[in-house]
Each structure stands twice: as structure tokens, then as C-alpha cells.
């Protein structure tokens, strides 16, 4: 099982990204595929989630700015985020849950991207 999160950058205040999750080793209708960030000396926090049958959550602080689809085909999960703010600046992981379902806790997801930048600056 790999997962490999791309697509950060550097992005201006109100801007918009794609970041993209490619999976191997498993089908994407097997695990809940989750997006974390983690801002220098924060804890990871939950972005959003979709399950293995295709349902979507949103954390509320991302909610209505945030997009999160994915593609079997590909085996390829994407995070479309948008009106970014500064306090956006993170690395953002994306995780998958052999479990299947979402949660907002990193415990469950035992299978980790390495990470991709973005930086949110004028």
C-alpha cells in the first residue's frame, strides 16, 4: 500500500490548488481516503474525507472551500481547494483507512503519503 500526495506549491491569499493522492496496492473503493495538515508545531488536522462507497465529509474549517473527489480509474484521490488564507500553510498528507470509513483522528489510517508543501503568501 503507497500513497503519493502532490500539487502544493506556493499560492496567493484567494487562491486556488489541486492536490492529487495517487494510491498502489489497493482499490480506492477498499479505504476511506482521508487529507490531514499539519502546520509547523501543530498537531495533523483532519481536512476532509471520502469513505470507500464515496461519501464526503468536510472539517469545518475548510468547509465550503474544499472540494474532495476522486478518480478509480486513476486510483486518485484530489483535494480542490480554494480562498486560501495564510493560516492555510501547511503540509498536507493524505491517509488511508483500511477500515473504510472516516474519522477526524489520525488513528485508524495506517497508510501515509509523504506529505506536500503548501505555502499560502503574497
Known amino acids: 500500500v503507497q500513497l503519493q500526495a502532490s500539487g502544493g506549491g506556493l499560492v496567493q491569499p484567494g487562491g486556488s490548488l489541486r492536490l492529487s493522492c495517487a494510491a498502489s496496492g489497493f482499490s480506492l473503493d477498499e479505504r476511506a481516503i482521508g487529507w490531514f495538515r499539519q502546520a509547523p508545531g501543530t498537531e495533523h488536522t483532519g481536512v476532509a474525507c471520502?469513505?470507500?462507497?464515496?461519501?464526503?465529509y468536510y472539517a469545518d474549517i475548510v468547509k465550503g472551500r474544499v472540494t474532495i473527489s476522486r478518480d478509480n480509474a486513476k486510483n486518485t484521490v484530489y483535494l480542490q481547494m480554494s480562498n486560501f488564507d495564510p493560516e492555510d500553510t501547511a503540509v498536507y498528507y493524505c491517509?488511508?483507512?483500511?477500515?473504510?470509513?472516516?474519522?477526524?483522528?489520525?488513528?485508524?489510517?495506517?497508510?501515509w503519503g509523504q506529505g506536500t508543501l503548501v505555502t499560502v503568501s503574497s
Open positions: 491517509a488511508a483507512d483500511k477500515s473504510g470509513q472516516c474519522g477526524w483522528s489520525t488513528v485508524g489510517f495506517d497508510s
Open positions: 471520502i469513505n470507500r462507497v464515496g461519501t464526503k
